[in-house]
Structures are given as C-alpha cells and as structure tokens.
C-alpha cells in the first residue's frame, strides 16, 4: 500500500519531542513518560516514518522513546539502568539486541524466487536491527525506573481510562461513518479499507495500524476502568462505574471477537480476585504463550475445537480463522528449515507461489513472525522479556505471601500484560505499552525482592540477638 502523508504527519512527528518535553516540564516524570508514549501511540500517524541516513526510521512507536529517553538522560539528568538485576533477564536481553547479528550471518544467501530472488542479509542490515531492537526496549527501560511503584501504576490505568473515553469519541465517528479518520487528518488510510467492514458496519481505527489495535486498546481501558471502579471511595463510584458500561458499550462496537472473548475473562478477573491471585494468574498464562510454538509442533493446541466454537459465532469468522491456522503451520513448516535464527527480513520467512512468485502467505501474529525472521533465538529473547516480569512477580506473589500485601494495581498491570501477550498470538500487538508494562513490572518485583531480602536479614539478626550468651566458667 502507498502511504501519502500530508505536512500535518510529517509536523506531528518532528514536533512530538517538543510535546514530550512540555510534560516532563509540567508534571511529574511517571505522568509525563505514561502521556508521551500513550499519547503517541494514539495520536501520531501510522506507518510514516522519517528516514535518516545510518540510523534507524523515525516512527510513533520509536520518536515518543527516542524522546523520553533523551529527555530523562540529559534535562532530568537521570540514569536508569539498562540491565534488570536477574541474569535470565540480562541474558535474555543481550538475546533480544544482538541476536539480529546472528540471523543476518547465517543468511547471506538469496532466497530464489521467479520473479527475482529475495536479497541475502548485509552486514548494514544487522546494524540497523540491533538499533531497532534497543529503541523498543526504552519503554521498558524507562518505565523499569518511573513506573515501578503502585501509585505509578495507578496512574497508568487511569490515563487508560481518561485516554479511551477521550479516543472513544472518534472512534464513535468511524463507526459511524466509516474509519476516515487517519485520512481526513493525515491524508491516508493505513491498511485494506474491506477488514473494517465487519457484521454489517464498520469498526474503528483512528490513528492506529488497525481495528484490532483499537480493540485491544479498548480492552485495556475497560479493564483498568473496572480495577479503579473497585479502589476509588464510596463517592465516586457512580462516576468509574459509568465510565466502566460505556467503554463496554465502546468495545463491543468495536466488533472485534476476539477482544470480547477476552473482556469476558480479563474485566472479572480484574474486579474479582485478589492481587496475589491476580499475578499467578498472569504468571500461568505467560507460561503458556510462551510455549505456545511447542505445543502447536506437538498438536496439542484443540484447534479443532477452537474452530467448532468460532463457526457457533458467525461462519464468516470461523472461515477466516481456518485460513489463518493453515497458513500459521505452512510459515512453521518454513521457518522450521531454519529454526534457530530465522530467515531474516525483506520477506524472507514468507512463502511465494513457485509458478508466479507472487506471495501466497499472510504472517498475522507476533510469534510467527518473530520465529520467521528471527527463529527460537528471537522467540525466546522477545516473548521470554515480556514474561520475566510476570514470572519475577508470581515467585514475589508466593515467597513474600506473608510480608506484605501486594498492590492491586500491580495485580491488574500483570493481567493486562499476559492478556496482551495470548493477543499476540493471533495478532501482531507487541506495541509501546506492552514494554512499558513490562518495565513497570519487572522494576516493582525487583523492588519487592529487595524488600523481602531484607524482611528475612531483620529476622536473622533478631534471631542471633534472642540466643542465650554461654558463660565459661
């Protein structure tokens, strides 16, 4: 698709720094690097990017980092550091940045194709991934230090809810009339206008890559509406609750199906358990998405099943999703033949027709996509980063049951991460917000691993002190 952007886009880009800074001189750091990368996501136009010589594209997922980033180091003249405390997660983070060098070595080769082979990896080609790979870490970064404490954390949900009832208003338009926004604004439209057709209207995308992007956003806004719906007073409850029933409402028009199987889960999961169980919720889910890749080789997905359940729903969408796992296990089957590192990019893990050399394969979620250009290498490092926290914060959940409580805000971080995460798995949603959540989580088990170190150090020390004193006589 020709992406056109008009003065307005390239303006909003170049000027988003500038907004960032203006927060961080006007509000406290944890408000002001949640509104610059929250915002960003929202407002700046998709698919645009500023290109620059050396370094990598410019873009609304990298400028609002790149910014904050920038601001923190050298306006607030603050450090934070770049290696979470584990070595799984220091690992699993040099996994994440170097790996790219080597996918690009071990596929220098072209890939043949009729209609002109597909260009082996360049040395430049590593470079530039490695950059890419670090900007997308920032969010977590950034967060690991501002976003770490409860009340940060409640801050985040809040601005989700006050973000969706102030987006809902535009997309309450493009359901309407059609999604226009994005071109009516920044002159284009980003993606295939027939995939905003759905069950006789139209669902929203405003300024994001997609409609499925808007209903996971949604998602996000009505689970942390019902989480602050159960801490705020007595008073103010018919406020959140109101709020809580039109995000729904919201939702549900957004008409993704996916979105409302999981609003059914995640919204009482939120409202309902307890932090603690919260966590260990997020935790076991976490598990599973990330061995989700072997349980697909081994058949023990009930795919069958999943797709009986989508046809009792609407026979459109269960056509759909059938097409969708047959084309997942074509692209397993080529990415297999190169499954530590990957094919690499420039659509090298896709698959063409021998005949015509036209493309013949669509890769929609994350985890195909990262073990198509990046194998078991990329898969791991990606997916096992974005679990640590979860996984840090359920051993904290179980180890430190008995010295403090846990937030609840913590517990409802923890679930919008993992229910981000099993969306990854049909979609493509690794977004801004999901290392930023995963930063505010992982920095707050550090934290809460601290705290219970030194809770057992105090009672080891009371313990010597209480012995008896020997007297030799």
Known sequence: MQVSPNALA???????????????????????????????????????????????????DSIPALAAAAIVFFYLKGRFSLLPQSWIGRGLMALFVLGPFATVLTNADPVPKVDGD??????????????????????????????????????????????????????????????????????????????????????????LPHGLWVALFTLMTVTAAAVLLRDVPVGERPRYFAALLYLSAVLILCKSLGALIFAVALVPLAYLLRPRAQVLTAA??????????????????????????????????AHSLAFRIGNEEALLDKAAERI???????????????????????????????MGIYGWSGYIAQFGLLALPLFLMGREAIAG?????????????????????????????????????????????????????AHHWLQRKAVVRRRPSRTVI
């Open 10 to 60: 390239w303006l909003m880009l170049m000027v988003w720094p500038l907004v960032a800074l203006a927060l961080f001189q006007r509000t406290s750091a944890d408000r002001a690097l949640i509104w610059t990368i929250l915002g960003g996501y929202l407002v700046l136009p998709p698919l645009a990017a500023i290109n620059l010589p050396v370094v990598p594209d410019l873009t609304k």
């Open 340 to 370: 530590w590192f990957g094919w690499g990019g420039y659509g090298r893990n896709l698959l063409y027709d021998p005949l015509t050399g036209a493309g013949r394969s669509i890769a929609d979620g994350a985890w195909i996509i990262t």
């Open 118 to 207: 597909l260009q082996g990896m360049r040395i430049y080609d590593s470079v530039a991934s490695v950059a890419n790979q670090f900007i997308a870490l920032l969010p977590f970064f950034l967060a690991r230090k501002y976003l770490a404490t409860p009340e940060a954390m409640r801050h985040l949900l809040v601005a989700l809810v006050l973000a969706g009832l102030v987006y809902s208003l535009p997309m309450l338009v493009e359901i309407r009339l059609s999604p226009q926004m994005n071109v009516w604004v920044y002159g284009y439209f980003q993606h295939d206008f027939f995939q905003t057709i759905r069950f006789g209207g139209y669902r929203p995308v405003v300024f």
């Open 284 to 317: 076991v889910l976490a598990v599973m998405v990330v061995a989700y890749p072997i349980l697909r080789g081994a058949h023990l997905v009930p795919l069958d099943d999943i797709l009986r359940f989508a046809e009792g729903i609407s026979a459109e969408r």
């Open 401 to 453: 049951r008995d010295i403090r409580p846990l937030s609840p805000y913590a517990g409802a971080v923890a679930l919008l991460l993992a229910f981000n995460m099993l969306d990854m798995l049909p979609n493509a949603t690794l977004i801004p917000l999901t290392w930023l959540m995963a930063g505010a989580l992982i920095g707050h088990a550090e934290a809460l691993a601290e705290e219970r170190r």
